[in-house]
C-alpha cells in the first residue's frame, strides 16, 4: 500500500455493507480519515472496527439518510470532528427489490423510495460539502450510479431513472464546479456480489453472469479501486465522466 490517502478526509454513504463497506475499507487502506454514513449500527461498527485497524481516525454515523434534517446534522459533526471533507463518495442507493415491479403496476410509494434513496440522498449529501469545496478550490466528489441506467432492464424503470439522474447530476455540477478544481465523476457497477445479488434465485444469478463478456459478477473491491481511482491525484484532469465498472455488460 502506498499510503495515498494519508490525512484525507473521505466520506462515505452507505458505509456498513456491500460496495460502500469496500470503499471505506479501499480508503481506510490507503490512510484516509473516514466519515462513514448508514442507517445499520451494528454492520458499521463492525466495518468501522475493520477500518481503524489500518490506523486512520473513523467517524461513524448512524442514520436514516432518507431525512433531510439527518443528513445536514451528519455533515455538521463531521465539520466540527474532522473539518472539510476532501472527498465525498455518494454510494446509497437501491431498487425497490422486494417491492420490484414492472412500471404499469408501479405504486407511487415505490417511486418516491427509490427516487428518494437512489438520486435524492445523492444531491443532498453533495449540498452539504460543495460549498466547502468550492471555497477552498478542492475535492473530489464520486457518485456510485449503475450500469442499469444504460441498459434499461425490466422491472427497474424507477431505478433507471434515478441512476440516469445521477448521472446528468454528475454533469452540470462537473461544470459548475470545474472553475473551482473540484472533480465530480460517477461510476456504474454492473451486477455486483453484495448481499442483493446472493439471495436471487440461482437462474437468476446465472442468466445475470452469463450477460457479462468477462464471464463473473463484479466484486466489490473492483467498485472500491475505481473510487480511489477517481478520488486520487492520478485521475486530476477528468472530470464530468462516467466510468463503467460492469465486465462489459454495457458498453459506453
Ligand atoms: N449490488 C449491485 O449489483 C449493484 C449494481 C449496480 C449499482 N449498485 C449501486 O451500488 C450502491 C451500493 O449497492 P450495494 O449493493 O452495495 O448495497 P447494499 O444494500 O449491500 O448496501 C447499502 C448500504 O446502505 C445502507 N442503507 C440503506 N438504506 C439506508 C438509509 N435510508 N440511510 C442510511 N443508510 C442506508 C445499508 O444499511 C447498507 O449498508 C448503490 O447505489 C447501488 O444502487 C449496486
Known amino acids: 500500500m502506498t499510503r495515498e490517502f494519508e490525512g484525507s478526509i473521505v466520506a462515505v454513504t452507505g458505509a456498513a455493507h456491500g460496495i460502500g463497506r469496500a470503499i471505506a475499507l479501499g480508503f481506510a487502506a490507503e490512510g484516509a480519515h473516514l466519515a462513514m454514513l448508514d442507517r445499520d449500527g451494528d454492520a458499521l ?11 486512520g481516525r473513523v467517524l461513524t454515523l448512524e442514520g436514516d439518510l432518507l431525512d433531510t434534517d439527518t443528513v445536514e446534522a451528519h455533515f455538521a459533526r463531521i ?3 474532522f473539518g472539510p471533507v476532501h472527498t465525498l463518495v455518494n454510494n446509497l442507493g437501491q ?13 407511487a410509494e415505490t417511486l418516491d423510495f427509490v427516487i428518494g434513496i437512489s438520486l435524492r440522498a445523492t444531491l443532498h449529501c453533495s449540498r452539504q460539502v460543495v460549498p466547502g469545496m468550492r471555497e ?18 425490466i422491472g427497474t ?18 461544470r459548475e464546479l470545474g472553475p473551482h478544481k473540484v472533480n465530480v465523476n460517477a461510476i456504474c457497477p454492473g451486477p455486483t456480489n453484495t448481499r442483493a445479488m446472493q439471495r436471487i434465485p440461482k ?29 486520487s491525484e492520478k485521475s486530476r484532469f477528468i472530470t464530468g465522466q462516467v466510468l463503467m465498472v ?7
Open 45 to 55: 461498527a463492525e466495518t468501522a472496527e475493520a477500518a481503524r485497524a489500518h490506523g
Open 79 to 81: 465539520a466540527a470532528d
Open 95 to 107: 431498487t425497490a427489490r422486494e417491492n420490484y415491479s414492472e412500471f404499469y403496476l408501479a405504486k
Open 136 to 153: 477552498r478550490g478542492a475535492g473530489k466528489i464520486v457518485s456510485i450510479s449503475s450500469d442499469s441506467a444504460f441498459n434499461g432492464d
Open 157 to 174: 424503470v424507477d431505478y433507471a431513472a434515478a441512476k440516469s439522474g445521477v448521472l446528468g447530476f454528475t454533469r452540470a455540477l462537473a
Open 203 to 231: 437462474d437468476a444469478y446465472e442468466r445475470a453472469r452469463n450477460a457479462i463478456p468477462l464471464g463473473e459478477l463484479c466484486e466489490p473491491e473492483d467498485i472500491a479501486n475505481a473510487a480511489l481511482f477517481l478520488a
Open 246 to 252: 460492469n465486465g462489459g455488460r454495457v458498453f459506453h
